[in-house]
């Protein structure tokens, strides 16, 4: 009898599973597109509240970079080295990825070397993408989680902000 009762209930929590997707494919909500808690959100910053991210970068330098350049966008990219969901995004911006348009550069921010190992980041810091080591940025910037990521326009002002789970999500985010 409880075999026969699970079974039921297995059916009917299958059945309402797949209308679920019915009509989400009816509504035209893809796999590959982000989902309403993934689209592209802006906090009210409207403008970078540091001009200047500055840190140290693996090999312990100090590095800074202004985001009031004016030479296009700047794809901050809030990454760890411990964290699951941002592996994607590491071996992404390793392999060269399009990024929202061709004037937009590419920025890894971790956290600062207490909190995260330099050998580990050095280890997966893309070559052509410029890596800041820095506790102070993850604090002005209050990022909430990671992967998190933000568009700032050549004048420090942020165009967006969000997360994402693939490399597609995120860049369907911004178009």
Known sequence: VVI????VLMAGLLKSHAEILRRL?????????PTTAQRLR???????PAEEITGVDPSGSTV????????????????STGCASCQVFWEELAGGVDLPTPRTQALIVTKGPSAESPGKVAELAPSRVKVVMSDEAWDDFKVPL??????VDGEGGVVGEGSATTMSHLLGLFR
């Open 4 to 7: 026969v009762l699970l079974l």
């Open 25 to 33: 494919d009816r509504l035209g909500v893809a796999d590959d597109e």
């Open 42 to 48: 802006t906090t009210g910053l409207g403008r970078v």
């Open 64 to 79: 800074s970079v202004s985001m009031t350049h004016g030479r296009g966008e700047t794809l901050l990219s809030f990454l």
């Open 146 to 151: 990671t992967p998190y990521f933000m568009l």
